[in-house]
């Protein structure tokens, strides 16, 4: 069982950067797959960013591509979500997600771990 635990959330204008964390209680992240979601009221949860288990294969949402960074570094069992020039429409509660490879995480299919979620609010 791995418990993933996020920080880094909170309130900033647009145009700020913000970087999340996700800290895994168990070794044994290093051989997941690791990603973001968000979810914004009353929308559904969205696919964010995805990392391979090695920290070099990594995907992203159009809507973030070119803006945020995904990373992962497995000797501090620990994934980050760097986001540069928030905008209002990132506003969201994110979560990181562990599972068995990016496919998982890119379809959210499988995932086999969930993070409880950090609070992002992006003002104007």
């Known amino acids: 069982q791995v418990v993933l635990v996020e920080s880094g959330g909170g309130l900033v204008q647009a145009g700020a950067s913000l970087r999340l964390s996700c800290a895994a209680s168990e070794r044994t992240f290093s051989s997941y797959a690791m990603g973001w979601f968000r979810q914004a009221p009353g929308k559904e949860r969205e696919f964010v960013a995805a990392?391979?288990?090695?920290?070099?294969?990594?995907y992203y949402a159009d809507s973030v591509k070119g803006r945020f960074t995904i990373s992962k570094d497995n000797a501090k069992n620990t994934g980050y979500l760097q986001m540069n020039s928030l905008k209002p429409e990132d506003t969201a509660v994110y979560y990181c997600a562990a599972g068995r490879s990016t496919l998982n995480i890119r379809t959210n299919s499988g995932i086999n771990y969930w993070g409880q979620g950090t609070q992002v609010t992006v003002s104007s």
């Open positions: 990392v391979g288990s090695q920290g070099v294969i990594t």
